[in-house]
């Protein structure tokens, strides 16, 4: 059974930073492009971040570029997500997806807020 | 200008059908992009639906009807979910998503009801 499991989301400072992890199982992680989506509160879908199967390639959303870090550990079948300089309006349920398979995890809610 | 647009609401009946755009910008021709289709109901992420890009190009998500399908309307330059035989259950937000320049791009969502 295919699983993606976000963890690491709670409440931060503005200007804080905090780590998302997402942990896969169920298929050959290895050879996936990964993916970070994000849904602020009663809002639509917003892509993050696309990282390639070997992590050589990546790309960032506008609104992320210069403050949020992708990366993967194949090893340990295992995608992050490392948010620093958050702002309020990064306020969101942050999602890993794997488009090929379509599968997402089920989130986990970052609240950014003093 | 968004590069995705899609009417923020539609409402249609049990047992009709509902035809879901997705405009693409002015200048963004849509005849090469693959448009793929989401489904997201309350508290849940979003579902994978479909994907259309030609008849001969396109892939329908595991476990969803044939009642969803996809195409294009190259004249309004925008992609179209086509769901059939409504039921009450096909309530839910639909997103619609590209690739394009080097990022995946989501519409801004339609809310469908049924009723």
């Known amino acids: 059974e295919v699983q993606l499991v976000e963890s690491g989301g709670g409440l931060v400072q503005p200007g804080g930073s905090l780590r998302l992890s997402c942990a896969a199982s169920?298929?050959?992680?290895?050879?996936?492009?990964m993916n970070w989506v994000r849904q602020a509160p009663g809002k639509g879908l917003e892509w993050v971040s696309y990282?390639?199967?070997?992590?050589?390639?990546?790309h960032y959303a506008d609104s992320v570029k210069g403050r949020f870090t992708i990366s993967r550990d194949n090893a340990k079948n295992s995608l992050y997500l490392q948010m620093n300089s958050l702002r309020a309006e990064d306020t969101a349920v942050y999602y890993c997806?794997?488009?090929?398979?379509?599968?997402w995890g089920q989130g986990t809610l970052v609240t950014v807020s003093s | 200008q968004a590069v995705l647009t899609q009417p923020s609401s539609l409402s249609a009946s049990p047992g009709a059908s509902a035809s879901l755009t997705c405009t693409l910008r002015?200048?963004?021709?849509?005849?090469?992009?693959?448009i793929y289709w989401y489904q997201q109901k309350p508290g849940s992420p979003p579902q994978y639906l479909l994907r259309?890009?030609?008849?001969?190009?396109?892939?329908?998500g595991s476990g969803v009807p044939s009642r969803f399908s996809g195409s294009k309307d190259v004249s309004a330059n925008a992609g179209i979910l086509l769901i059939s035989g409504l039921q009450s259950e096909d309530e839910a937000d639909y997103y619609c998503?590209?690739?394009?320049?080097?990022?995946?791009?989501f519409g801004g969502g339609t809310k469908l009801t049924v009723l």
């Open positions: 259309y890009n030609s008849d001969s190009d396109k892939q329908q």
């Open positions: 990282i390639s199967n070997s992590g050589g390639t990546i």
């Open positions: 169920g298929f050959t992680f290895s050879t996936y492009e």
């Open positions: 002015s200048g963004i021709n849509v005849g090469p992009y693959r």
């Open positions: 998503m590209i690739w394009h320049s080097s990022a995946w791009v």
């Open positions: 997806a794997n488009f090929a398979i379509e599968y």
